[in-house]
T-cell receptor, first 115, second 113 residues
């Protein structure tokens, strides 16, 4: 158990809909990351937050948005869903401090299926 | 730009044989290097990492990796494969001053009985 909690574990929704994925980082961690994993594109970095502020942006679509709240939990919002958005979405966290060598701890992921 | 290349999307070995998973990185500054493992239906977890110091890094479950700056490589090895090693392995790189950890495409390891 990494200490990173993600909900829901599984989600099935229709095209055009909007969903919210939730993440609680490890206790004490200030950084939260979101990744998308799919068979055709592998593991893609979406976005990182540090103590409530956006720190780095990756291959995140405009239809997707994220935020980190004062209690450090984070949400990833996916809207106008398309079939190609079906994937495993990981949240991860790392310890305080802007140290590039920090280990990233991953949650078990949220499986999103768009039908 | 920093990048990571994992050679071979699939590697198959027999139980008891040497495991060698290859990773090369591209970085204009000193890198931090990681290997993560993903077991079926689980998130990624750290196997080992190189930050500074000794270039041969030992990790969990008997795995080790050696940072070779001249070859820009960080290959993962294990002397004797076990069935429980079957998983997907990701090499990753980050660097001082950057906020992103860049992951390779992953190598799926199959272990045959």
């Amino acid at each position: 158990d990494s200490g990173v909690t993600q909900t829901p574990k599984h989600l099935i929704t229709a095209t055009g809909q909007r969903v919210t994925l939730r993440c609680s980082p490890r206790s004490g961690d200030l950084s939260v990351y979101w990744y998308q994993q799919s068979l055709d594109q592998g593991l893609q970095f979406l976005i990182q937050y540090y103590n409530g502020e956006e720190r780095a942006k990756g291959n995140i679509l405009e239809r997707f948005s994220a935020q980190q709240f004062p209690d450090l939990h984070s949400e990833l919002n996916l809207s106008s869903l398309e079939l190609g958005d079906s994937a495993l979405y990981f949240c991860a966290s790392s310890a305080p401090g802007q140290t590039a060598g920090n280990t990233i701890y991953f949650g078990e992921g949220s499986w999103l299926t768009v039908v | 730009a920093q990048s990571v290349t994992q050679l071979g999307s699939h590697v198959s070995v027999s139980e008891g044989a040497l495991v060698l998973l290859r990773c090369n990185y591209s970085s204009s500054v000193p890198p931090y290097l990681f290997w993560y493992v993903q077991y079926p239906n689980q998130g990624l977890q750290l196997l080992l990492k190189y930050t500074t110091g000794a270039t041969l890094v030992k990790g969990i479950n008997g795995f080790e990796a050696e940072f070779k700056k001249s070859e820009t490589s960080f290959h993962l090895t294990k002397p004797s494969a076990h069935m429980s090693d079957a998983a997907e392995y990701f090499c990753a790189v980050s660097y001082t001053g950057g906020f992103k950890t860049i992951f390779g495409a992953g190598t799926r390891l199959f272990v045959k009985a």
